[in-house]
């Protein structure tokens, strides 16, 4: 489990890094596309680690 909370802190710091990139490099037309495709992924991958943090911390509050 402490696998999964380290991947959970460092997938939510690498969304972070990723949203601020897109937005930096989104002013070029021809790069719509791959932005739009680039926040999907960086909110998915957002949500998915922070679920991943929630449900580690459960599991360790369970165990002990």
Request: overall charge positive.
């Amino acid at each position: 489990m402490k696998t999964l909370k380290i991947m959970s802190i460092i997938g939510i710091v690498l969304a972070v890094i990723c949203y601020l990139l897109i937005s930096a490099f989104s002013t070029e037309v021809d790069w719509l596309a791959a932005v739009g495709y680039g926040f999907i992924s960086c909110f998915y991958l957002l949500a998915l680690s922070i679920v991943g943090l929630i449900k580690s911390n459960k599991q360790i509050e369970k165990n002990n």
